[in-house]
């Protein structure tokens, strides 16, 4: 049980004026992450009161004016008793100075938001309002703070059953540019919250969208592994993960298991803080895991012949939540979302590496799945080396590129100012061929539907003629075998019919992309070409719309409706004279190209995840999302 803190415990550090000043200083930023940082400040409050076994409940509800919060706990209630120096209640100090509480050090961790524990002070001093209510000791308290200005003493404001802490504030708009709360930012964070604190129950009420939802997990970060590995719809190759809850100097909980993905999924959080850039928690996990992994595959020669395990094959499919709390965390970087602290690295390996060690010998049926998902990325990588290089060995030998007879190469051999045209069809591709400037404008015809290469391995993917003659057409090798540098192209642009079978093409030529040359995409070296839908002749004059919105705004603009002037809708790149298709489509002062981004790497991949399984030209949409109108190019 921890020591019963009251107001002596508190030393009293300064006013807040500094806060409101340079607010920067303490909550990082007035933008939308300052402003949720107030939101974190108060939550972690309660919940530091909930891991001190104190409280069950913690409700945040957003009010109707989408700007104001009400955080509530059942914990004990600040203590409202008198500090023997200051003469101010406890409360009163803990919101009305920059002060170091008995929170912080001593044994319980101070969890903090998104900046370490600036303290509830920090909230008030920027809010135009806050109001703080406890019960204790059969009474309610009320005190009412303007921009941290107490108005008035603590007042009692009635009875009460229970114990526990209330607080009301809305942020100043004179700090804060936009003080609108973002819902889904607030949902998130407590769900994590939920996850990472098991059995804490976390409410949070929206009244603006009337939505009301509890979060509450008994299994926490178990709960939080299974739904990251459900949500991506991998498959475990193990059933039971691996847990582990320890104290070392740090307190370590951390579930892990390996999945089918391809790629490795760890979220790992420090003081309930997410860490997105990973940190010495993270290295010494890494550590451990592959320091127990090797161990056990030596000890029981489970190598197979010409087989080498490297690190990168033991992390494939590895999924994990790890969440380690410490009591001086040090973060670094511009986001504070690494962690520093040297000796959490060992912390965690020698927590991780035993233990692990210890669970493969006794479960050694889940032990030799594990080890076969690793031997399978190592087969699958080798493999895949081995026929990226021949694709580019192919090329190689002969000195001269070995270009697929399909490829209409440009005679520039100046890169800078060579795009490579992938078109659909071959009627397409005749088109483009003829239409284009040959000068620096390749053309790569594409037979039908390019296979679906989600979740393949690339072995298998280069069997596939269509993408092994793209792969040696832009030259820069694929998979572990990449090199932008030997991209022949300055981009590549993708040319697809404007219909759901084209929009499909498209879709798995940039899942390809994705997968297996994700460095094009980051680059933005890929776009999408924006084909005419429609032709619309009015008199002399020819007006090109690439959708049906875009055609209704041609003609509300000539201030024509569609029976006065003549609309030809194309079904297709092949049925376009090469002329047109030049005008419309190809020639670099007229055409409209949409760049393709990854802006948030996480939601594509669950996109792309996801992409396969339902109807592509419906899901196309989210990835024009990602594509932002590329007016910003030098073409
Ligand atoms: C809605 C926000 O802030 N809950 C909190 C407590 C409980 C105690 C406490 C907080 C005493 C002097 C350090 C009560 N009884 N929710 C909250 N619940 N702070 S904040 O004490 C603060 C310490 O400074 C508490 C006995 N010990 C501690």
Redesign the pocket.
């Known amino acids: 049980m921890a020591t ?4 002596k ?2 030393q009293v550090l300064e006013g807040l004026d500094p806060v409101r000043k340079r607010p920067g200083m303490y909550i990082g930023g007035v933008g939308s992450a300052g402003l949720h940082h107030l939101v974190w400040e ?1 939550v972690d ?2 919940i ?2 909930a891991m001190n076994g ?1 409280a069950s409940e913690i409700s945040v509800t957003l009010h109707k004016d989408g700007s104001s919060i009400t ?3 059942n ?5 409202i008793d008198k500090h023997p120096k200051h003469k101010k209640t ?1 409360l009163e100090i ?1 919101f009305s100075t920059l002060h170091a ?3 912080f050090g001593g044994d319980n961790y101070k969890t903090s938001g998104g900046l370490h524990g600036v303290g ?1 002070s920090v909230v008030n001093a920027l809010s135009t309002k806050l109001v703080a209510r406890v019960k204790r000791g059969g009474a309610e308290w009320t005190l009412e703070f303007k921009r941290g200005e107490a108005q008035g003493a603590l007042k009692k404001t009635g009875a009460a059953r229970g114990s526990g ?3 009301f504030f809305s942020p100043d708009p004179t700090i804060f540019p936009r003080t609108e709360f973002d819902p889904a930012i607030i949902r998130e964070r407590l769900e994590i919250a939920s996850f990472l604190h098991r059995g804490v129950k976390i409410r949070f009420v929206d009244e603006a969208r009337g939505t009301d939802e509890t979060f509450q997990h008994e299994s926490g970060i178990l709960d939080y592994l299974k739904k990251i590995v459900g949500e991506r719809g991998e498959k475990a190759v193990h059933e039971a993960p691996f847990t582990l809850l320890k104290e070392n100097g740090a307190k370590i909980e951390v579930a892990f298991q390996w999945t089918e993905a391809t790629d490795e999924h760890v979220r790992s959080y420090v003081n309930g803080i997410p860490t997105g850039s990973g940190g010495t928690h993270e290295i010494g996990l890494r550590s451990a895991v592959g320091k127990a992994v090797r161990n056990f595959v030596d000890t029981h020669n489970l190598t197979p012949r010409g087989v080498t395990l490297t690190a990168d094959d033991i992390r494939e499919g590895f999924a994990c939540i790890l969440s380690v709390y410490v009591s001086d965390p040090q973060f670094q970087g511009q986001t504070k979302d690494r962690l520093n602290n040297p000796e959490v690295q060992t912390y965690v390996d020698n927590a991780v590496r035993p233990a692990l060690e210890q669970w493969l010998n006794s479960n050694r049926t889940v032990a030799e799945q594990i080890v076969a998902r690793i031997v399978l990325s190592a087969r699958a990588r080798e493999a895949s080396r081995a026929a990226s290089a021949a694709v580019s060995r192919k090329t190689a030998t002969s000195g001269r590129l070995t270009l697929p007879g399909k490829l209409s190469d440009c005679s520039s051999s100046a890169r800078e100012r060579t795009e490579l045209f992938i078109v659909e069809g071959d009627s397409a591709g005749g088109s483009a061929k003829q239409g284009r400037d040959r000068e620096i404008q390749a053309v790569l015809p594409l037979r039908g539907k390019v296979l679906n290469t989600e979740s393949v391995p690339l072995a298998k993917v280069l069997e596939n003629k269509e993408l092994a003659d793209l792969v040696v057409a832009m030259g820069c090798g694929v998979g572990k075998d990449f090199a932008l540098d030997r991209l022949r192209y300055a981009r590549v642009i993708l040319l697809a019919d404007a219909d759901s079978d084209g929009h499909h093409i498209t879709t798995l030529l940039l899942t390809f992309f994705y997968r297996h040359m994700p460095e094009l995409l980051k680059e933005g070296k890929v776009f999408v070409g924006v084909p005419p839908l429609y032709r619309i002749d009015v008199g002399k004059e020819t007006h090109w719309a690439v959708d049906d919105a875009d055609k209704a705004r041609i003609l509300k603009e000539l201030g024509k409706d569609e029976s006065k002037v003549e609309i030809t809708r194309f079904k297709g790149l092949g049925e376009m004279m090469p002329k047109v298709l030049w005008e419309t489509t190809l020639s670099p002062r007229s055409r409209r190209l949409l760049r393709v981004e990854i802006s948030d790497a996480l939601q594509t991949d669950r996109i792309i995840a996801d992409l396969m399984g339902k109807d592509p030209s419906a899901r196309f949409q989210f990835i024009m999302e990602h594509a932002e109108e590329a007016g910003d190019i030098d073409v």
């Open positions: 019963e803190y009251t107001a415990d508190i108060i409050n309660s530091d009161e104190h955080v509530s706990d914990g004990r209630g600040i203590p406890a803990i509480g008995g929170k509830a802490t209330t607080v």
